[in-house]
C-alpha cells in the first residue's frame, strides 16, 4: 500500500479563560482556538507492526517515542476497531515540544486521521471521538483543526469563523510543563473563578463578516488566565511578549496555551515578516515563525 501523510498543525489559544476547576480535578476551560500554517508531518507505511521513527529539527526534544501521543493514540483506537489495520508511522517534528501550540496533540490527530483514512472510519466516529478525548485536551480541537471555541476539558467545540491573521510565533526555547503553570494557578478541587452568570453573558465573538480589526479588538477585551503564572514558571515569557510588543505594527501580543509561545497578530504579512526578521536577528536562538494562524 502507499504510504499516507498528513499535517499536525499548531494550535494557537488567541484567548484562554480558566472559569474553575472542577471536583475531579481537571480545569474547566474556555479559548479561542485558531491553527497556524506551520506543522510536524506524520507519514504511516501500512503493515503488520505499529510503530514510530522520529525525524527532523526538534525529534530529540520529544523523548522515548513509546511515550508518543502518536502511539498512544493508535493503540487506544485499535482497541475499539477489531482488526485494525495500521503500521509504521514517521514524525518529521518542527514544532517546539512543551510549548503551548499542541504538538503532540497535533500529532496525535493526525495519526488518527491517518488511521480513519487507512480503516474507512469517519471523522465524527464516536471511537474515534472517544479516543481523541482520552488522549489529551487538546487532541479533540486537533482532529479538526478548524478555528473554533473549546469549552469544558476541551470535549465541547463550536466553529468560528475566523479571518486570516497575519501573525508572528516566537517560542524561547525552553519546555513549560502545563502541570507546573496549574499548580502556580494554585486552584483547589472545586474552586471556581466565575459566576454561573458570567458564563451565560460570555462574550459573542464576531461573526463570519467580521474583519480582521473587529476580530483584534474582541480578542483584546480577553485574556490568557494563565500567562501571569506561566511567567513565574518562566520569566522569560515576560520577554517574548516584550519583544513582539517591541516590533512595529504589533496589534496584540499574547501566550498561546501554558506557554512557553507567545504569538502577535499584524495588519499584513509583510509587516509580520518584517518582525519575525527582527526577533531573529535578536534572539538568535528562539523559534521563529512568521505566517497565519485561522
Not at 55 to 83: F, H, M, W, Y
Not at 134 to 147: E, I
Not at 153 to 163: D, F, I, R, T
Request: hydrophobic share 45%.
Amino acid at each position: 500500500m502507499p504510504l499516507l501523510s498528513d499535517e499536525g498543525r499548531a494550535k494557537v489559544n488567541l484567548t484562554l479563560r480558566v472559569n474553575g476547576r472542577r471536583a475531579d480535578g481537571y480545569h474547566d476551560l474556555e479559548s479561542v482556538v485558531a491553527f497556524a500554517d506551520c506543522a510536524d508531518r506524520l507519514t504511516l507505511s501500512p503493515g503488520p507492526d505499529l510503530d514510530l521513527k522520529m525525524s527532523g529539527p526538534l525529534a530529540q526534544a520529544c523523548g522515548d517515542t513509546s511515550d508518543n501521543l502518536v502511539i498512544k493514540a493508535a493503540r487506544l483506537l485499535a482497541e475499539r476497531v477489531p482488526g485494525m489495520k495500521a503500521g509504521s508511522f514517521t514524525l518529521d517534528k518542527v514544532l517546539p515540544v512543551a510549548a503551548g501550540i499542541g504538538g503532540g496533540s497535533a500529532d496525535a490527530a493526525a495519526a488518527l486521521r491517518l488511521l480513519a483514512r487507512l480503516n474507512g472510519l469517519s471523522l465524527d466516529d464516536p471511537r474515534i471521538i472517544e479516543v481523541a478525548q482520552l488522549t489529551g485536551a487538546d487532541v479533540p480541537v486537533c482532529v479538526n483543526s478548524r478555528g473554533c471555541v473549546m469549552t469544558g476539558v476541551g470535549e465541547a467545540l463550536q466553529p468560528l469563523s475566523l479571518p486570516k491573521m497575519p501573525c508572528v510565533m516566537v517560542n524561547p526555547g525552553v519546555p513549560v510543563a502545563t502541570r507546573d503553570v496549574f499548580n502556580a494557578l494554585g486552584l483547589r478541587n472545586g474552586e471556581l473563578l466565575v459566576g454561573v452568570t458570567d458564563v451565560l453573558l460570555r462574550d459573542r465573538w464576531p461573526d463570519d463578516k467580521a474583519s480582521l480589526e473587529e476580530w483584534v479588538e474582541a480578542l483584546a477585551a480577553n485574556s490568557n488566565d494563565l500567562e501571569t503564572p506561566a511567567m513565574r514558571v518562566q520569566p522569560v515569557i515576560g520577554d517574548v511578549i516584550a519583544a513582539l510588543n517591541a516590533t512595529n505594527g504589533a496589534w496584540l501580543a499574547r501566550m498561546s496555551g501554558s506557554g512557553a509561545t507567545c504569538f502577535a497578530i499584524y495588519e499584513n504579512t509583510a509587516e509580520a515578516g518584517r518582525a519575525a526578521e527582527k526577533i531573529r536577528r535578536d534572539h538568535p536562538g528562539w523559534w521563529v515563525h512568521a505566517g497565519t494562524l485561522s
